[in-house]
């Protein structure tokens, strides 16, 4: 496999804070092809040798607005227990609903344009349900739990705007552990 020339914005860059825009369909032959390349790194970024080779951080989750462009895109590559990947092309998402249930990662959470190690929870839903449209602007509907749905929330704060870090206490990084279940 060919690593895809993909340049991941530092959280240090503005482009982060700011709101993607919704996309029009059909998409371009740009659009589709940064679709093929997010996907095709995390995958990447999950195989052993693959990441040892090209010396990657495994990751999930990508929102275009990590590649500096501004669109309400992200996709996630969940690998399966057969090696296999779950892939996710989510574009324009809408949550519908969410469960009062709160969980967070317990060594925490982590992203792409966050270099550095970061001590916190996050408090994000069990479980939500989403509106999007798909890679040909079809309208689908997805029911997320545990980790995906914490992978979904992650993405869509990018796409608004927010990084994991924003929603960490700094002065109590672990407020209200006790009423979320760690997964």
Partial sequence: MKLPNLIILDEKDKRLHQISKEVTFPLTNEEKKMIEDMLLYLQMSQIDEEREKYNL????????????????????????????????????????????????????????????????????HARMTIKAQDIEGKEITLR???????AFQHEIDHLNGILFVDKIDPKNPYKDKNFMREI
């Fill in 57 to 124: 951080r495994a990751g999930w989750g990508m929102s275009a607005v990590q590649l500096g462009v501004l669109k309400r895109i992200f996709v996630i590559a969940e690998e399966l227990e057969d090696k296999t990947f779950k892939n996710y092309i989510i574009i324009n998402p809408k949550i519908e609903s969410y469960s009062e249930e709160l969980i967070y990662v317990g060594e925490g959470e982590g992203c792409l344009s966050v270099n550095r190690e970061v001590k916190g929870i996050v408090p994000r």
């Fill in 144 to 150: 997320v739990r545990e980790e995906l749905s914490i």
